[in-house]
Nanobody, 122 residues
Framework: QVQLVESGGGLVQAGGSLRLACATS????????MAWFRQAPGKEREFVGG????????SYADFVKGRFAISRDNAVNTAYLQMNSLKIEDTAVYYC???????????????WGQGAQVTVSS
């Protein structure tokens, strides 16, 4: 059973940066495509971006392109979400997710972390 634990959330001013980490256990990270989602209060959860098993390919939602970057280090079983130029509307709980296979998709993930709160202030 794969377990995911996010860390690195917090409060940041608009225009600032944060990096979230997603540590995995109970499985080999290189076996899974990883993705980040977010959910703001009163809104549905949405796909932020994903990275394939080797880290050679990424995909992002339009609203984060050029600002966010996803990476992974399979040697330490950790995926990352680097968030730059943060906006107030980026405030949300951010979740990492994993699915077997190599295709980056915006749905159908089998394993989820507990979430990390990111709050962007003016």
């Amino acid at each position: 059973q794969v377990q995911l634990v996010e860390s690195g959330g917090g409060l940041v001013q608009a225009g600032g940066s944060l990096r979230l980490a997603c540590a995995t256990s109970g499985g080999t990270l290189s076996s899974y495509t990883m993705a980040w989602f977010r959910q703001a209060p009163g809104k549905e959860r949405e796909f932020v971006g994903g990275i394939n098993r080797s880290g050679s390919s990424t995909s992002y939602a339009d609203f984060v392109k050029g600002r966010f970057a996803i990476s992974r280090d399979n040697a330490v079983n950790t995926a990352y979400l680097q968030m730059n130029s943060l906006k107030i509307e980026d405030t949300a709980v951010y979740y990492c997710a994993a699915r077997p296979g190599s295709a980056i998709t915006s749905s159908n993930y089998d394993y989820w972390g507990q979430g990390a709160q990111v709050t962007v202030s003016s």
